[in-house]
């Protein structure tokens, strides 16, 4: 069976279907917008549907050579980063250069090389891809799908054909998360807490993130109360990976910062109510820390996840400004 494409992709497949049928499909296509909204599930169906012998409108047929063979299609590489680590290899990437000069298995087919995500690149990596991008040969299409196309190479950037894909609507994010989270409050919950992110929501619940966040929330209230030490507090987030730490607190920051400067206070989860007194730029500077260390993890840096942890527990409890680091 063919992937299909999310009920709030349907515009951009459009659009790409149109471009393909008008002969004027980019040889590169950069897939950009938030985690957690589908791009890889599209980018899958995208493969398939560029492989297949006899698409359609609507997608790959399921039923040729070429769908048969699914992703162990020859003509289909993933370049991404190798298990354990965040960094697609400048090897991987000579690889694919390789592979964009030969001609396609199947006769008059193409090659699709999917890159994700396409900032696990360093400069290096990144500028061996650009030969590829600078002498596209006719028969390959990269994908690139990155979170943040901010981080890629402007040379890059302006070598795809961009197609962003936003936060989808509320109700048809809800209509198809209801169908994996059956109770109506707790399908609500999840979409709330992820940003309006689908599958991000969905990964939530499945998790059982939403209690771990619970945890979380009142680990921090405890400790910013000084009724536990910053051992202690380090301690009973021990089992929470630093992505998990880092995904919550930018959430929990962002709604905070949006009803301190007048927006919605609903959206504000109740523990961390009892901080809406706190200045904003307090708020927002601890924010940036906690987006910076996000980006720095995504980059791949060896973060050190104890003193990470201690330093955003010391900073949230002590802003810097209030004792004097002049931040
Ligand atoms: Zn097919």
């Known amino acids: 069976m063919a992937e299909t494409i999310l009920p709030w992709q349907v515009s951009q497949w459009d659009q790409l279907v149109r471009a393909e049928e008008e002969g004027r499909l980019g040889h590169a ?11 890889q599930r599209f980018a899958k169906a995208l493969m398939h549907w560029l492989a297949c012998e006899q698409p359609s409108a609507q997608g790959a047929c399921g039923t ?12 289909i590489h993933i370049i991404e980063p190798p298990e354990g680590k965040r960094q697609i290899g400048v090897d991987q990437v000579r690889e694919l250069v390789g592979i964009s000069a030969q001609t396609a298995h199947r006769s008059g087919g193409r090659k699709v090389i999917l890159i994700q995500p396409a900032d696990a690149m360093n400069t290096n990596t990144a500028n061996a891809l650009l030969k590829t991008l600078e002498e596209p040969t006719g028969d390959t299409v990269l994908i690139l799908i990155s979170d943040e196309p901010a981080r890629l190479l402007p040379t890059i950037r302006s070598r795809c054909q961009r197609l962003p894909f936003p936060v989808p609507p509320k109700s048809l994010a809800q209509d198809w998360l209801k169908m994996i989270v059956t109770d109506r409050e707790q399908c609500e919950v999840c979409l709330h807490e992820t940003g309006g992110r689908p599958l991000a929501a969905q990964f939530l619940f499945e ?3 939403l209690a771990a966040r619970q945890r979380c ?13 910053l051992s202690q507090a380090s301690d ?7 992505d998990f730490l880092l995904e919550w607190l930018s959430q929990r920051t962002h709604h905070l910062l949006r009803a301190v400067m007048g927006g919605d206070e609903s959206a504000v989860n109740t523990i ?10 307090d708020i927002l500077a601890f924010q940036q820390q906690v987006l910076e260390l996000r980006a720095q993890v995504q980059r791949g840096v060896a973060v050190n996840r104890q003193l990470t942890l201690e330093s955003l527990l010391l900073s949230w409890n002590m802003p810097a400004r209030r004792v004097g680091l002049g931040l």
Do not use: Y
Not at 30 to 35: A, D, F, K, V
Not at 217 to 229: F, K, M, R, Y
């Open 29 to 39: 296509l950069l897939l950009s917008g938030p985690s957690g909204i589908g791009k």
């Open 64 to 75: 040729c050579r070429a769908c048969h063979f699914g992703l162990e299609n020859p003509d």
């Open 272 to 281: 961390w109510q009892s901080w809406r007194q706190r200045p904003a730029q």
């Open 217 to 229: 929330d009142e680990t921090l209230q405890a400790w910013v109360a000084g009724e536990i030490s």
């Open 207 to 209: 998790s059982d993130g």
């Open 236 to 242: 009973a987030l021990k089992d929470c990976e630093l």
